[in-house]
């Protein structure tokens, strides 16, 4: 008798295009991941929008960076334009706790795109800025719904390293 397996479509709610304000609830380490230019150290930046879906859940986006904060880097161009400054030569070379970024306020442009290889339509953050409120810029007046757990507190998590083996294949 034949063992056969399909692969399960699981179809999620799609973001909102456009402006779009949100709370920054996870900063994930990735560990190691192959690349077209070969292993690199990345992170995922989680972000919790204003806006619900259908069944009042809030969408959930993410954007991967690779762990550098050289000054050609998607990471520190995104997060410098997301605080409205640059880093100090004191903080790059103390390093940038990542984790201090948790809980505030961002405006997310997401874009939607459609990957010919899957056929399907995903939410994608093209830039971060800085959430303004009455032409003033708010870090912490919007809060998180609390319906999401990080990655790190979840009780199948698994450390960089063991993730990294598994996105790889190996």
Sequence with gaps: MALIIKEEIIEYPLAPDGLQDAVLVDVVDLGELDTPWGPKSKISLVFELEDTDSEGKHFIVTKRYTKSMNIKSNLRSD???????????????????????IGLNATLFISHNESEEHGKTFANIETILPRKKNNKVVFYDLKSSGDYTRVVERENYKEPEEYAQHVNGA
């Design 79 to 101: 997060l410098e334009r997301w605080r409205s400054s640059k880093f100090t030569k004191d903080e790059l070379e103390n390093g940038v706790d990542m984790e201090a970024f």
